[in-house]
């Protein structure tokens, strides 16, 4: 009954929708869908009703219908053509494409699909062009940026792909020429924080490696304006301004390492006034009030990175000699400043390190000495301009001056500490009853002490006067300072034992309240840190070390200073970290000079009972436990001029020690060792004749870990150009040696870019590897095999280019199949394989020869545990020269 009705109100639809009414036509099919479950049914009445959306413009409804009927069946060609019809109407014309696709595929030959199929095509590449064109994508992202009244998903939207567009050439190029930077400094001016990002950035992907457009970008911006919106408190905003800067030098210095041609090259014809444009308004930054404390640290990193040559064979030092006569006043403005005086600049914790840095830099950077007699000068001339009896402030700035130095270029600081009247003040400034004075004078009296001659005069002079300040200040800041100063004279002998400064005891004494101070977090980081500088110099005593790694609250308070903002701590972390892991350089005692020294009553160094390698061993599995690693990992990630070669090299040798038992490699990646990727260009550096055999050895066998961990690992080495030192210790008659950069290179040779080094012509790469498969010696054999096997089985042209550089190989490779030590044996079957692989009139020529009989005999057998790898392969191998026909299997 039910069916039937159904049927019957589907006729009466149909007669509704002939008198076009199609309300009452979509009311008696939608009556009759409740009616029936018949499937044919239901698809006629879905696309029925389909067709009524359709005409009373229910587009949404009817497509809906018709997906219901296609669903039943899904070669319904009126219902895909109504959905098409409905598709098109919301605008979906890709998806009205593909339907009305399926319906010419059904019928061919009909004319009004094939109608609907061009015009539909037709739209979608016009809606295409739009939607895509660069400048409407340009003009709709402004538009919602510069509309107040836009929904904050939509703006932030906007803002990231207006970044994406301005670094894609492209898309910089129609922003630049659809007044795209006028728009910008619009969004500038709005001064909302993520406005103000995206424009930064989006300008200096425009800037990147575009030296016309970055010369005009300067211009339109205007460097004072740039420069002001790098001095703002926000971080963010600071930090996108600097890189902006640097994308402009780059561009307009070269350094962008891209070739600029035709309008490009002939549109910029001299950068250099807006380089030194740029170079003096960054020297102005470093002493405004108006600029925030990350606003300089950013000009100071700028000018760290850009200033000096980066290489010294480069003879022109222009930059450096324009900043010494025009803005060194300034960096020592900045180096002098103290925060507890009300003429203070804004800074941050980082600042004043920094512009030690950039003194050090520059003074290094010059020539000849006439420049660092220059140099020296107007330091002198600046600090004893500042002395003062009238003016106790500008006596404690001056002092502050040459404790900045001393942090900066030594040499220069101790010349600085030679002038009439410096040391005297100091001392001076010790017993002032104001507490500024005592803590720029305590400060300075540590960077003083820093060689031993100097250490014995202030030991002579100063430790009664530090000793009565630490008894009688109730200021912890000046407390801690004053203890570190008695740390640094303390270890002024070094590691060695019988050079002791003070009692017994003592240091032990000043090492616990370091530790003590170093827990207590109620104690503010930038006071705490000199906890830190004071155990840099105590661990150098071995009862010290000993006794800090077992105090796990204070190494993991001193991890965790590591990973705060404050980057000053650095290089006192590494300094611990080495002195307690003992990966300083030892020179090497000769016993004849010791019995020399003796007989000469000569003062020998003496090792600490604790400094032995048990002890030391304990101590690195102390440090692991405790966390290093992860503590490393952020070190080396630091983005700061701070983080000096020299700090990365303490790091790399702190890395090398924990490496050294192949126990705890596992424990080092677990916690993230293979992360501290930026360990590789210290360890490159160490790679050098000039250092003792174990330094290179040590670093080879750094590499070696790192390069096994990761293709990105392996690529930096490459680019740090470490792979001709590698080649060259290969050479090595240094046993060790030059197993240990064998070792290396089986690694490296996994690395593309290193293969094509091997595929190259008119090299000996390869031969050197093939003669060292064939040496005596056992792990210079397995690395030099393992070398070869992934180069053969890497590429063919290599399996035959073996076969070219010695007429020794097959002898080689015979006695590698033939090897005693299963690794060494199965890495020759291996490369025996991709040989017999590689082409067949090798494997003939292989199969001609001992090789064969070497084969079956390994071959035939028995397999157990142990020598399963080697028969496997050896069978694999027959199996090859059985594909090929040279042999028949034997039944």
Same mark, same amino acid.
């Given at each position: 009954?039910?069916?039937?009705?159904?049927?019957?109100?589907?006729?009466? @639809?149909?007669?509704?929708?002939?008198?076009?009414?199609?309300?009452?036509?979509?009311?008696?099919?939608?009556?009759?869908?409740?009616?029936?479950?018949?499937?044919?049914?239901?698809?006629?009445?879905?696309?029925?009703?389909?067709?009524?959306?359709?005409?009373?413009?229910?587009?949404?409804?009817?497509?809906?219908?018709?997906?219901?009927?296609?669903?039943?069946?899904?070669?319904?060609?009126?219902?895909?053509?109504?959905?098409?019809?409905?598709?098109?109407?919301?605008?979906?014309?890709?998806?009205?494409?593909?339907?009305?696709?399926?319906?010419?595929?059904?019928?061919?030959?009909?004319?009004?699909?094939?109608?609907?199929?061009?015009?539909?095509?037709?739209?979608?590449?016009?809606?295409?062009?739009?939607?895509?064109?660069?400048?409407?994508?340009?003009?709709?992202?402004?538009?919602?940026?510069?509309?107040? $009244?836009?929904?904050?998903?939509?703006?932030?939207?906007?803002?990231?792909?207006?970044?994406?567009?301005?670094?894609?050439?492209?898309?910089?190029?129609?922003?630049?020429?659809?007044?795209?930077?006028?728009?910008?400094?619009?969004?500038?001016?709005?001064?909302?924080?993520?406005?103000?990002?995206?424009?930064?950035?989006?300008?200096?992907?425009?800037?990147?490696?575009?030296?016309?457009?970055?010369?005009?970008?300067?211009?339109?911006?205007?460097?004072?304006?740039?420069?002001?919106?790098?001095?703002?408190?926000?971080?963010?905003?600071?930090?996108?301004?600097?890189?902006?800067?640097?994308?402009?030098?780059?561009?307009?210095?070269?350094?962008? $390492?891209?070739?600029? =041609?035709?309008?490009?090259?002939?549109?910029?014809?001299?950068?250099?006034?807006?380089?030194?444009?740029?170079?003096?308004?960054?020297?102005?930054?470093?002493?405004?009030?108006?600029?925030?404390?990350?606003?300089?640290?950013?000009?100071?990193?700028?000018?760290?990175?850009?200033?000096?040559?980066?290489?010294?064979?480069?003879?022109?030092?222009?930059?450096?000699?324009?900043?010494?006569?025009?803005?060194?006043?300034?960096?020592?403005?900045?180096?002098?400043?103290?925060?507890?005086?009300?003429?203070?600049?804004?800074?941050?914790?980082?600042?004043?390190?920094?512009?030690?840095?950039?003194?050090?830099?520059?003074?290094?950077?010059?020539?000849?000495?006439?420049?660092?007699?220059?140099?020296?000068?107007?330091?002198?001339?600046?600090?004893?301009?500042?002395?003062?009896?009238?003016?106790?402030?500008?006596?404690?700035?001056?002092?502050?001056?040459?404790?900045?130095?001393?942090?900066?270029?030594?040499?220069?600081?101790? +010349?600085?500490?030679?002038?009439?009247?410096?040391?005297?003040?100091?001392?001076?400034?010790?017993?002032?009853?104001?507490?500024?004075?005592?803590?720029?004078?305590?400060?300075?009296?540590?960077?003083?002490?820093?060689?031993?001659?100097?250490?014995?005069?202030?030991?002579?002079? @100063?430790?009664?006067?530090?000793?009565?300040?630490?008894?009688?200040?109730?200021?912890?800041?000046?407390?801690?300072?004053?203890?570190?100063?008695?740390?640094?004279?303390?270890?002024?002998? @070094?590691?060695?034992?019988?050079?002791?400064?003070?009692?017994?005891?003592?240091?032990?004494?000043?090492?616990?309240?370091?530790?003590?101070?170093?827990?207590?977090?109620?104690?503010?980081?930038?006071?705490?840190?000199?906890?830190?500088?004071?155990?840099?110099?105590?661990?150098?005593?071995?009862?010290?070390?000993?006794?800090?790694? +077992?105090?796990?609250?204070?190494?993991?308070?001193?991890?965790?200073?590591?990973?705060?903002?404050?980057?000053?701590?650095?290089?006192?972390?590494?300094?611990?970290?080495?002195?307690?892991?003992?990966?300083?350089?030892?020179?090497?005692?000769?016993?004849?000079?010791?019995?020399?020294?003796?007989?000469? $009553?000569?003062?020998?160094?003496?090792?600490?009972?604790?400094?032995?390698?048990?002890?030391?061993?304990?101590?690195?599995?102390?440090?692991?436990?405790?966390?290093?690693?992860?503590?490393?990992?952020?070190?080396?990630?630091?983005?700061?001029?701070?983080?000096?070669?020299?700090?990365?090299?303490?790091?790399?040798?702190?890395?090398?020690?924990?490496?050294?038992?192949?126990?705890?490699?596992?424990?080092?990646?677990?916690?993230?060792?293979?992360?501290?990727?930026?360990?590789?260009?210290?360890?490159?550096?160490?790679?050098?004749?000039?250092?003792?055999?174990?330094?290179?050895?040590?670093?080879?066998?750094?590499?070696?870990?790192?390069?096994?961990?990761?293709?990105?690992?392996?690529?930096?080495?490459?680019?740090? $150009?470490?792979?001709?030192?590698?080649?060259?210790?290969?050479?090595?008659?240094?046993?060790?040696?030059?197993?240990?950069?064998?070792?290396?290179?089986?690694?490296?040779?996994?690395?593309?870019?290193?293969?094509?080094?091997?595929?190259?012509?008119?090299?000996?790469?390869?031969?050197?590897?093939?003669?060292?498969?064939?040496?005596?010696?056992?792990?210079?054999?397995?690395?030099?095999?393992?070398?070869?096997?992934?180069?053969?089985?890497?590429?063919?042209?290599?399996?035959?280019?073996?076969?070219?550089?010695?007429?020794?190989?097959?002898?080689?490779?015979?006695?590698?199949?033939?090897?005693?030590?299963?690794?060494?044996?199965?890495?020759?079957?291996?490369?025996?394989?991709?040989?017999?692989?590689?082409?067949?009139?090798?494997?003939?020529?292989?199969?001609?020869?001992?090789?064969?009989?070497?084969?079956?005999?390994?071959?035939? =057998?028995?397999?157990?545990?142990?020598?399963?790898?080697?028969?496997?392969?050896?069978?694999?191998?027959?199996?090859?020269?059985?594909?090929?026909?040279?042999?028949?299997?034997?039944?």
């Amino acid at each position: 009954m039910a069916e039937a009705e159904a049927v019957q109100l589907k006729e009466e @639809g149909n007669r509704h929708f002939q008198l076009q009414d199609y309300k009452a036509a979509t009311k008696s099919y939608s009556q009759a869908l409740k009616l029936t479950k018949d499937k044919a049914l239901l698809a006629t009445l879905y696309r029925n009703r389909a067709a009524c959306g359709l005409k009373t413009e229910s587009y949404a409804q009817a497509a809906s219908d018709a997906s219901r009927a296609i669903d039943i069946n899904s070669s319904d060609i009126k219902a895909l053509y109504r959905r098409c019809q409905a598709l098109e109407h919301l605008g979906k014309l890709d998806q009205a494409f593909k339907d009305v696709q399926r319906c010419s595929t059904l019928e061919p030959r009909n004319q009004n699909f094939q109608e609907t199929l061009r015009r539909l095509n037709t739209s979608i590449q016009e809606k295409l062009h739009v939607q895509f064109s660069t400048d409407s994508r340009v003009q709709n992202m402004f538009e919602i940026l510069l509309d107040e $009244k836009s929904e904050a998903d939509r703006l932030e939207k906007a803002a990231n792909n207006l970044i994406v567009l301005g670094r894609e050439e492209a898309g910089a190029e129609r922003i630049f020429q659809n007044n795209g930077v006028a728009l910008l400094l619009q969004l500038i001016d709005t001064k909302r924080p993520e406005l103000v990002l995206a424009a930064v950035r989006t300008l200096s992907g425009m800037c990147s490696g575009h030296r016309a457009r970055a010369t005009v970008l300067l211009h339109a911006v205007r460097i004072d304006r740039i420069c002001s919106l790098m001095a703002v408190e926000n971080e963010e905003i600071s930090l996108a301004v600097c890189n902006l800067l640097q994308a402009i030098i780059d561009s307009l210095s070269g350094e962008d $390492k891209r070739e600029h =041609q035709g309008k490009e090259e002939a549109l910029v014809l001299d950068t250099k006034k807006d380089l030194k444009q740029i170079t003096s308004h960054l020297l102005d930054m470093l002493v405004s009030k108006k600029v925030s404390g990350q606003g300089r640290d950013q000009a100071l990193n700028l000018l760290n990175k850009n200033v000096p040559r980066k290489d010294l064979s480069v003879h022109d030092n222009s930059r450096t000699i324009y900043v010494v006569d025009n803005g060194l006043r300034k960096i020592l403005k900045v180096v002098g400043q103290v925060p507890d005086l009300p003429s203070c600049l804004p800074l941050t914790d980082n600042t004043r390190m920094l512009a030690s840095i950039l003194i050090n830099k520059l003074y290094d950077d010059l020539r000849c000495d006439p420049e660092r007699d220059h140099f020296r000068k107007i330091c002198e001339e600046y600090i004893t301009g500042k002395f003062d009896p009238q003016n106790m402030d500008k006596n404690v700035i001056a002092i502050q001056t040459v404790s900045g130095v001393l942090q900066g270029p030594f040499d220069l600081g101790n +010349q600085l500490l030679g002038l009439k009247g410096v040391m005297e003040m100091m001392v001076a400034l010790c017993g002032s009853d104001r507490e500024v004075d005592q803590l720029v004078a305590v400060e300075a009296l540590i960077h003083a002490s820093t060689k031993l001659s100097r250490a014995t005069f202030i030991i002579t002079n @100063g430790v009664s006067l530090l000793k009565q300040i630490y008894k009688t200040t109730k200021n912890e800041k000046i407390k801690i300072r004053t203890l570190v100063g008695l740390c640094k004279l303390g270890s002024a002998g @070094g590691t060695d034992y019988g050079l002791r400064q003070f009692a017994e005891g003592s240091t032990e004494k000043l090492a616990k309240q370091c530790r003590k101070w170093l827990c207590n977090a109620s104690i503010d980081t930038r006071t705490r840190r000199w906890a830190v500088e004071g155990m840099a110099y105590l661990t150098l005593d071995a009862d010290v070390k000993d006794d800090f790694v +077992q105090d796990i609250p204070a190494l993991q308070a001193m991890f965790e200073m590591a990973k705060t903002s404050d980057k000053t701590i650095l290089y006192s972390v590494a300094t611990i970290l080495v002195n307690c892991t003992n990966s300083y350089d030892v020179k090497e005692v000769i016993p004849e000079l010791v019995q020399l020294a003796k007989f000469s $009553k000569q003062h020998v160094p003496e090792e600490h009972p604790k400094d032995k390698k048990d002890f030391v061993d304990m101590r690195v599995k102390r440090l692991l436990k405790a966390g290093v690693i992860s503590a490393l990992a952020c070190m080396v990630k630091a983005d700061s001029a701070i983080l000096t070669d020299q700090t990365k090299e303490l790091l790399a040798r702190v890395f090398l020690a924990l490496c050294d038992s192949p126990k705890d490699r596992g424990t080092i990646v677990a916690q993230g060792g293979g992360k501290v990727y930026e360990v590789v260009r210290p360890l490159v550096r160490l790679l050098d004749t000039q250092r003792d055999g174990l330094q290179n050895y040590e670093a080879l066998l750094g590499l070696t870990n790192l390069s096994g961990r990761s293709d990105r690992l392996r690529q930096k080495i490459f680019k740090e $150009k470490a792979l001709p030192d590698i080649e060259n210790y290969m050479f090595e008659n240094h046993d060790q040696l030059r197993q240990a950069a064998t070792e290396c290179m089986c690694n490296m040779v996994l690395n593309k870019e290193v293969q094509e080094r091997f595929l190259a012509d008119g090299n000996d790469r390869l031969k050197l590897v093939v003669l060292l498969c064939g040496e005596d010696d056992d792990k210079l054999q397995n690395a030099a095999a393992g070398a070869l096997a992934m180069l053969t089985a890497a590429h063919k042209k290599l399996c035959l280019k073996m076969t070219q550089v010695t007429t020794q190989w097959l002898e080689i490779l015979q006695r590698l199949c033939l090897h005693d030590q299963l690794s060494v044996q199965h890495r020759g079957l291996v490369i025996a394989y991709n040989l017999l692989q590689a082409d067949a009139e090798l494997a003939k020529k292989l199969v001609e020869s001992e090789l064969l009989e070497i084969l079956t005999v390994v071959g035939k =057998q028995e397999p157990d545990e142990k020598r399963a790898a080697v028969i496997q392969t050896a069978r694999e191998c027959l199996i090859k020269c059985m594909d090929y026909g040279f042999i028949k299997p034997v039944s």
